[in-house]
């Protein structure tokens, strides 16, 4: 991976960005893509790129992936100065307990960590059980509510406090690669297609959204602005190349054997068959999964904006998802960008979107 792509997708993921709270995120990547496209930012938080193509009667086409991550908020800080939180978006209570965190309030930055009684306080029978989040709370040292609350005040966002390590060979860790892992792909696409001085036969956007892990809202108003022909999301797919992953359940899914294209009823059946023929003309390693269900990804709205758009997704191998500790592999980034790029030609008419 070239240098400064390197380290913007560096900074992306170390940029907060819970659910709400996504505009650090946002100013990375709006900064990066504001090099080579015309952006702007909606009142949800939405940064919309755009590059125009043409050509008469061409396609709109939309690539969105969404910025925000998983993370917390204070709720309560009680007399002794310890923190209460709630969850932001999916959080696992198994993995919080004994982890650092960041509080990120106007003053700056707050470290915090979520601890537990020790070992050898707990009854036998507590030693095994989950903490419920409701139970667990955040020690940043103060000694009183009012010291506390000279540093934080309630709804300040919360993130882990992880940053990208290498791994490896080209596998990286990171907490909140789902989903700035697919906002890095967008930025590429449109790194490349600005790069290459050719206009394509579409009017491409490409958008970074906002408030997906909440229930998909920047993906369902960004659609509606843009008004797409074509949609592709690019998400995280869940990898089974671990040892406590069932295969027939999940799909066989590895790090590093290129992006994953997923077949089902969220996925238009032309795209779909483009994505895959221009895979085999461009010798880009992909991988097949079926998904009998909606996707539970931006794909799901932008299907179904205004009068339905023929929507596709192309999917990053991702392991330990919804956690601090999410691994990629850096080339399945890169060939999801390639893929998209390369397929974008092949974009041309809106009767070949239509079933039949």
């Given at each position: 991976m070239r240098t400064e792509s390197f380290e913007f997708l560096k900074k992306l993921v170390a940029a907060p960005s819970p659910s709400g709270y996504e505009q650090p995120a946002q100013r990375v990547f709006r900064e990066y893509?504001?090099?080579?496209?015309?952006t702007s930012t909606d009142v949800l938080g939405n940064v919309i790129s755009f590059i125009p193509g043409q050509g008469d009667n061409r396609l709109k086409v939309m690539l969105v992936a969404h910025c925000d991550e998983i993370g917390f908020q204070v709720k309560y800080i009680d007399d002794n100065g310890y923190v209460w939180f709630g969850a932001v978006g999916g959080v696992d209570p198994h993995i919080t307990v004994g982890q650092r965190l960041l509080i990120h309030s106007a003053k700056g930055a707050v470290t915090g960590v979520i601890g537990r009684k020790p070992i050898h306080l707990l009854e036998a029978k507590d030693r095994?059980?989950?903490?419920?989040?409701?139970?667990?709370?955040?020690?940043?040292?103060?000694?009183?509510r009012k010291e506390a609350e000279e540093l934080i005040r309630l709804g300040d966002p919360i993130t882990f406090a992880t940053?990208?390590?290498?791994?490896?060979?080209?596998r990286v860790t990171s907490r909140g690669f789902d989903d700035k892992a697919g906002c890095f792909v967008v930025a590429e696409v449109m790194r490349l297609v600005a790069e290459s001085g050719k206009k394509l036969p579409v009017d491409l956007y490409g958008v970074s959204s906002v408030q997906e892990e909440v229930g998909l809202r920047g993906g369902k108003t960004s659609s509606y602005s843009v008004d797409p022909d074509v949609g592709i999301c690019v998400e995280v797919f869940f990898s089974s190349d671990q040892p406590d992953v069932d295969k027939k359940l999940n799909g066989e899914i590895c790090l590093g054997k290129g992006p994953v294209i997923p077949r089902g009823l969220n996925i238009n059946?032309?795209?779909?068959?483009?994505?895959?023929?221009?895979?085999?003309k461009e010798e880009i390693p992909v991988q097949l999964i079926s998904i009998p269900r909606a996707t539970g990804t931006d794909a799901n709205v932008m299907q179904v904006s205004r009068?339905?758009?023929?929507t596709a997704l192309v999917t990053l191998?991702?392991?330990y998802m919804h956690s601090p500790v999410?691994?990629?592999?850096?080339?399945?980034?890169e060939q999801a960008a390639k893929l998209i790029v390369a397929s974008l030609s092949g974009l041309t008419s809106r009767e070949a979107l239509i079933p039949r």
């Open positions: 893509v504001g090099e080579f496209a015309e095994d059980s989950v903490i419920k989040l409701d139970n667990q709370y955040i020690d940043i040292g103060a000694a009183t940053e990208l390590t290498p791994l490896q060979g080209d059946h032309f795209l779909f068959d483009l994505l895959i023929a221009t895979a085999g009068s339905g758009v023929a191998p991702l392991r999410e691994v990629v592999s850096l080339s399945d980034l």
